[in-house]
Structure formats: structure tokens, C-alpha cells
């Protein structure tokens, strides 16, 4: 075992602070990564403030990782020192049960998959320690391949906002000839508008910010909706096959439901606080489905990856160094960020 520095928080109200981790010695089948960059996801804050409870502590969060092979156990195969490598949201799972062999780890259900972080740690006990880390070390099944034709940095955030906007996007077919609603353009919504763009779709984004047009056609938003404009919705209504709704603040879902056509489709990837009423008569008239998703397998997110590479799509990124993370923290709870932050893990050595 080696000492790795991490930053981590040791408590719900405590700052992230520097704190030296244990990593494994790479078993047979592990893959140890030396990491180069490390998204910041909403679900890093919520866990190291314990927003949705069951925080371990000290707790190192970060699930959107990319780095460089720096050892490999003996038997692993498609790796090899040198190589880039990534790592998202989930580091192993059973493998046995239906969910796993339907290649959905995770819904692992025996008991349930490991996650990069505040997960039981099958090896060391106590709890895996995420990307805001020098160094991790991951089974090879769940270790991904990252183009080098894409920014590395950029390339980070497609381990969870890029999944977890493809996913649904593939799930429902969303294509040529659709009319696709992105609602939120943030890191989630910023990502659903290049998909849904590059799938061919007709893209309308939904926001409450007017500020926000221009760049939403820059991404690719054919249409831009202020959302708080009643009249400018109602003209959509009943005309959407599918919306992606990535927004986790609280808000009305019926002001969407009623702008989908018959078995039209929203789905949910953001998470609000509370339950969310909905009006079922916006549902069974004319036959519309309210659904969610939860990231991606290892092979869809590989395949997200590798449809990157092929198409030049990467995440818009600004750089931060580990000690600017509370900041960082601060400035996404005000959506004050274009549109993910990724921290440059050189700055954690020095
Ligand atoms: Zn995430
Ligand atoms: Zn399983």
C-alpha cells in the first residue's frame, strides 16, 4: 500500500482539505492510474456535505476521471503502462446478477455496485476514495479507454454528465426527425444539447436565464425557450417526442409533461429534494411517459466514449487547481461555471 495524496472533507460542514489516502497494490487484475484530470460533479458536493445522508467520513469524492496506466496486475489484458485510462461513477459490481449481465452494473442489485466513492471498499475495508486523488486503482472490467484525438481535461466530465445525458438519449431511440427538449443548461444540459445535436435531433433547450441563448445555439440548440414565458411554451405544446430534464432545483414538471406529443417521453437525470407532484391526467392524455436513468453501464459509457472520440465531442471545461475546490463548490451552487469545473491533478503534487 502507498501513500496518495487526496483532498477530502471530514465532516458535512468541514472544508476539503488535504489528506493523505491508502491505495491498493494492484491485484492480478487492477489497473492503477496516475490521474491527470478530475471532473467536479453535483453529487461530489451532496455526498461531501451529506445532502442525501449516509456519508462516510473522511470522504474523497470525484467520479470523473482520466489518467495514465502506471502499473498493471499480470493479468490484465487490455491495459498497459503508458496507456491513457478513465474511470466514472462505478468501480465494480457483482457481475452475476441480471442487472450486471444485461451490462446495467449500475443497478447491481447483489447487494449493489461499488461506487468510485463513499462505497464499501471490498479491499481495504472502510470506503472507496474517489478521483480527487493523485492515484486509484481499479479492476480492469471497469477501466474505459479515452481517445487521444480529445483534450483530456475536457474529456473528463463525459465519465458522468456525459453518460448519464447519452444514456436516455440511446435508450429512446432520440434521432433524426425528433423534436427534442434539453431542460437546464448546465453541466448535465450542456452535454443532452450536443448528444441530442450530434444524434440529429431537432434540439429546443429550456432554460430560465435569456443570457443563456447564444451559447445554447453555439452548442447546438436549434431553439431557445425562457421557461418562465408562458406564452412562448404553450406554443410547443403537445409537439415533443422526447425531453431530457436536468434540472435537481425544484420545479414544475407538468409545464413540460403537457408539451409532449402522444407516447412522448421525459426523462428525469437530475434529482430535486423533495417528491414532485405530478397531474397524472398530464400523463394518461394522450399517453405520455414520465421516466429516469441513472448513468450508464461500463459498455455504454465506452461506447459514449469512443462515439466522442469519432465525432470530436468533449465537455466544456474550465480548469481549476485542488485547492480552489471550495470556491469551485461555492460558484456551481450558483451556476456560475460554462460548464463543468475540472481540476488539474498536477496541482495536487506540487
Ligand atoms: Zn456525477
Ligand atoms: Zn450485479
Redesign the pocket.
Known amino acids: 500500500m502507498e501513500k496518495t495524496n487526496a483532498f477530502a472533507a471530514q465532516s458535512a460542514t468541514s472544508a476539503l482539505a488535504p489528506f493523505p489516502i491508502q491505495r491498493r497494490e494492484p491485484t492480478a487484475r487492477d489497473v492503477q492510474i496516475d490521474i491527470l484530470y478530475c471532473g467536479v460533479c453535483h453529487s461530489d458536493i451532496h455526498t461531501a456535505r451529506d445532502e442525501w445522508g449516509g456519508t462516510s467520513y473522511p470522504c474523497v469524492p470525484g467520479h470523473e476521471i482520466v489518467g495514465r496506466v502506471t502499473k498493471v496486475g499480470r493479468d490484465v489484458t487490455r491495459f498497459k503502462e503508458g496507456d491513457l485510462a478513465a474511470v466514472g461513477c462505478l468501480v465494480d459490481?457483482?457481475?452475476?446478477?441480471?442487472?450486471?449481465?444485461a451490462d446495467l452494473?449500475q443497478?447491481?442489485?447483489?447487494p449493489?455496485?461499488t461506487f468510485t466513492y463513499n462505497s464499501e471498499d471490498k479491499h481495504l475495508g472502510g470506503v472507496t476514495f474517489g478521483g480527487y486523488s493523485s492515484r486509484i486503482v481499479v479492476v480492469e472490467d471497469f477501466v474505459l479507454r479515452v481517445s487521444d484525438k480529445l483534450d483530456l481535461a475536457a474529456t473528463a466530465p463525459l465519465l458522468c454528465a456525459g453518460i448519464t445525458t447519452y444514456s436516455p438519449l440511446r435508450k429512446w431511440k432520440v434521432g433524426k426527425g425528433h423534436k427534442v427538449g434539453v431542460v437546464g443548461l448546465g453541466g448535465l444540459g450542456h452535454m443532452a444539447v450536443k448528444f441530442a445535436h450530434a444524434f440529429g435531433a431537432h434540439v429546443v433547450l429550456f432554460t430560465t436565464s435569456p443570457g443563456k441563448t447564444e451559447d445554447a445555439r453555439r452548442l447546438g440548440a436549434a431553439e431557445v425557450v425562457v421557461s418562465k414565458n408562458g406564452d412562448e411554451m404553450a406554443k410547443h405544446n403537445n409537439s415533443f417526442d422526447f425531453i431530457l430534464d436536468t434540472v435537481s432545483a425544484k420545479h414544475d414538471l407538468g409545464a413540460y409533461l403537457t408539451l409532449l406529443k402522444r407516447d412522448g417521453a421525459m426523462v428525469l437525470v437530475g434529482v430535486p429534494p423533495e417528491p414532485v407532484p405530478v397531474a397524472v391526467f398530464n400523463l394518461i392524455m394522450p399517453r405520455r411517459q414520465l421516466a429516469g436513468s441513472l448513468i450508464g453501464g461500463i459498455a455504454e459509457t465506452q461506447e459514449m466514449l469512443d462515439f466522442c472520440g469519432d465525432h470530436g465531442i468533449t465537455c466544456d471545461v474550465e480548469m481549476i487547481r485542488m485547492d480552489q475546490i471550495n470556491e469551485a463548490y461555492e460558484r456551481m451552487l450558483k451556476s456560475d461555471v460554462k460548464y463543468r469545473f475540472v481540476i488539474d491533478m498536477a496541482s495536487l503534487k506540487s
Open positions: 459490481s457483482c457481475r452475476t446478477c441480471d442487472n450486471c449481465r452494473e443497478f447491481c442489485d447483489n449493489r455496485a
